[in-house]
């Protein structure tokens, strides 16, 4: 079961990279927006998070139990992200400020798993 909870960690960091490198690709574009790399993230961020989620609380893991609550927060920060990747993934950029706030908001998940 380790290797898959670390399996499903690796895919967690492929979505990581997707949702903030789709987001800082565009840093110097005109035409900013929701592009398939930050949907596509984003959805990888929220399955492989549950799916950590389920396999450490099943108890098969030696790790320390989870935070509870800075899940729930990472949990509701990447359903905002999700929902507004959702309505901006299919519009025409420039999405300025969708753009910014899935960016800003995926920065703060990021330091919350980190500093948290
Ligand atoms: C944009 C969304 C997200 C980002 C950027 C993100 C980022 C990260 C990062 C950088 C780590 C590694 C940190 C470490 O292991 O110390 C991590 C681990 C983890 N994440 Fe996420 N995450 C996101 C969403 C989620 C969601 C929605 C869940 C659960 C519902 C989740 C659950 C976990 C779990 C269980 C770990 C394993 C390590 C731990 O926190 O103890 N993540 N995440």
């Known amino acids: 079961m380790q290797f898959l909870y670390n399996l499903i960690l690796v895919l ?5 990279a997707s949702l903030l490198g789709g987001f800082i690709v565009q840093m110097k574009s005109a035409d900013k927006g929701v592009n398939p790399a930050m949907w596509h993230g984003a959805l990888t961020q929220l399955v492989t998070g549950v799916l950590l989620v389920g396999i450490a609380e099943s108890g098969s893991l030696e790790d320390e139990p989870l935070d509870m609550t800075k899940i729930s927060v990472k949990l509701l920060i990447v359903l905002v992200i999700t929902v507004l990747a959702f309505i901006g993934r299919k519009k025409q950029p420039p999405q300025v400020p969708l753009w910014g706030i899935i960016g800003a908001l995926t920065l703060v998940n990021v330091i919350i798993a980190v500093f948290w």
């Open 12 to 16: 967690h960091f492929v979505g990581l």
